[in-house]
C-alpha cells in the first residue's frame, strides 16, 4: 500500500512560483511512476505532469510545458512540481498520483492517490 502526502500549496501573486511536494511512503518508490493532476471548482480533475519509474523521463500538459518542471528524489520517496509563471488559470487542488510500473501517467493514472493541496493563484 502506498501512501502519498502533498505540501507546498498556498496563494501566490500570477508571475510568482511555488514547489509542491509528494512524500510518498510504502515499497519500492524507485518503481513508481509519479505524477500531479489538478481540478479546478466545477471541471474535472486533469493532468499536470507526470514523470516515469524508470529512467526519470517527464511529460507536460501543453498549458504548463515551459513554467512547470517535475523532478524526483529516489532517497528521499519524493517527487516535486516545481511551478514557475504562475496564472490565475493554474488555481486547482493539485493531487499527487502515483502507479508502479506504469509507463504514462497521462494515458493510464495510477492507483494511488494524495488528499490534495490547494494552489490559488491571484491576478
Known amino acids: 500500500q502506498v501512501q502519498l502526502v502533498e505540501s507546498g500549496g498556498g496563494l501566490v501573486q500570477a508571475g510568482g512560483s511555488l514547489r509542491l511536494s509528494c512524500a510518498a511512503s510504502?515499497?519500492?518508490?524507485?518503481?513508481?511512476?509519479m505524477g500531479w493532476f489538478r481540478q479546478a471548482p466545477g471541471k474535472e480533475r486533469e493532468f499536470v505532469a507526470a514523470?516515469?519509474?524508470?529512467?526519470?523521463?517527464?511529460v507536460y500538459a501543453d498549458s504548463v510545458k515551459g513554467r512547470f518542471t517535475i523532478s524526483r528524489d529516489n532517497a528521499k520517496s519524493t517527487v516535486y512540481l516545481h511551478m514557475n509563471s504562475l496564472k490565475p488559470e493554474d488555481t486547482g487542488v493539485y493531487y499527487c498520483?502515483?502507479?508502479?510500473?506504469?509507463?504514462?501517467?497521462?494515458?493510464?493514472?495510477?492507483?494511488?492517490w494524495g488528499q490534495g493541496t490547494q494552489v490559488t493563484v491571484s491576478s
Open positions: 498520483n502515483a502507479g508502479y510500473l506504469l509507463e504514462n501517467l497521462a494515458a493510464t493514472r495510477g492507483a494511488y
Open positions: 514523470i516515469r519509474w524508470s529512467g526519470g523521463s517527464a
Open positions: 510504502g515499497p519500492s518508490f524507485s518503481t513508481l511512476s
